[in-house]
């Protein structure tokens, strides 16, 4: 059955990770993807529509016939409502989508969970709890297991691959920043340097003119 549906497992009251099995989880997203494609052709079909009607509207308006643009104006208000219906319905629908993906993602990595003590908590919270964390654990569409692991509550994170991922991440900045132009002054070049020793030593020259001067 579809997860939109209102009697999907998913919709569930206090339904916890343990108590779904991966392959569910799995047949569900795809469900979801077919849902989406489904919807998706539902929104062009409604948005080709809406052109069609427009264009009648204009050749309606140019042609001075007022009756068929009020007519037409009933359709467009209709369709409006369906693409505001179809665009709720493909967000919703999405949005349950990622959580699916991110509550494999959790499934398929139950041990690295286990090994910083939080995997009875993730398998025992509620769904639509451990949803909100998943969703703020999210970041471009991939669930990071490492952020989660700490919304959770763990503290010690770093391993062995952990490790050598985040020298990967500090050579990374490393490149991308240290060997950018600092914010400092730009050094001039030769000739700009002639050009500023010209300059003070003259300013210098008309200082020492006017201390001779007041001295005489």
Known sequence: MSILNPTSWFASKKLTLDRVKLDDLKREKFKLENDIKLL????????????????EYRAAHTTGKESAKKAIIRKLQTLKIQTQGVESRIKTCYSIYQTTIGLIAVKENQAFYEKLGVGALVMKMDIDELQTFIQ?????GELRSE??????????????????????????????LLNK????????????????????AGAAAEHLNRIMKEKG
């Open 181 to 200: 132009p600092s914010h400092h002054p730009i050094k001039m070049s030769a000739d700009e340097d002639l050009a500023a020793a010209v300059h003070r």
């Open 136 to 140: 703020n654990a999210t970041i471009e």
């Open 147 to 176: 952020k989660l692991a700490q919304l959770l509550g763990a503290t010690d994170i770093l391993t062995e691959t952990d490790s050598a991922s985040e020298a990967i991440l500090i050579s990374e900045w490393d490149a991308a």
């Open 40 to 55: 998706e052709k539902e929104e062009e079909q409604v948005n080709k529509d809406r052109e069609s009607r427009e264009d």
